[in-house]
């Protein structure tokens, strides 16, 4: 069976999981859930995710959600398909988890903080706080001075090959490089480089041509 992807096109977490199916070469449906409808909280979404909110995905009778839970099992059940991403290595498959949870406990919190200020409000008629934007600025700031350190030495955070890792960036980079946090990325040039790499992947551009909102 094809495995189905229930998600909004916007959506950084549908986007990190399609991204990671597009590494793995992967054949997938997505079912586009409409958020604006509020169909996330209807009956047949919640049995997918009793929290409402996407992805969802269904690869035969297993159901999941959370998108980092569900690129992991991808990446696992998926092993011998397109990119590895987890190498088979532990000390190897150590950093890659590691940096991956940095992404999840250090960047993201801070990244989605501003990509609803700078992204998601202008859409809305809002207008952005821009006491907080300074604050987070500067939080993201210190964060990508840690990875200018790691990536220094490293051609990507997890190691030498792209992994899981990197792809859980993928999302939030490529919306904060559209907003004016982007001189953050460019005046660190090693940070710079793993930015532009990582959404230069084929498999990145193939999800940002099918993500695309209707």
């Known amino acids: 069976m094809t495995i189905k992807v229930h998600g909004f096109p916007l959506s950084p977490a549908a986007r990190r999981v399609v991204g990671c199916l597009e590494e793995k070469c992967l054949p997938y449906e997505f079912v586009f859930v409409d958020l604006m409808s509020g169909q996330q909280n209807s009956e047949a979404f919640l049995a997918l995710n009793p929290f409402g909110k996407v992805p969802a995905l269904e690869d035969g009778d297993l159901t999941l959600f959370e998108s980092r839970a569900i690129t992991q099992y991808i990446v696992r059940a998926y092993a011998d398909e397109g990119t590895s991403l987890i190498p088979v290595n532990p000390k190897e ?120 909102f209707p």
């Not at 821009?130 to 051609?155: F, H, N, P, W």
């Not at 001189?183 to 498999?203: N, S």
């Open 93 to 212: 498959s150590g950093l890659v988890i590691l940096w991956s949870e940095v992404e999840s406990q250090q960047f993201d919190p801070i990244a989605s903080k501003l990509s609803f200020e700078l992204l998601i409000k202008p859409l809305r008629g809002l207008t952005a706080d821009e006491a907080e934007v300074e604050k987070l600025t500067k939080q993201l700031g210190s964060v990508l001075d840690i990875y200018e350190a790691r990536l220094k030495g490293s051609k990507f955070l997890g190691g030498e090959d792209f992994s899981l890792a990197d792809l859980s960036h993928q999302p939030a980079v490529n919306s904060l490089l559209s907003t004016k946090v982007k001189d953050l990325f460019e005046a660190r040039p090693h940070v710079h480089r793993w930015a532009k790499e990582i959404l230069a992947r084929r498999a990145w551009q193939k999800t940002l041509e099918k993500m695309k």
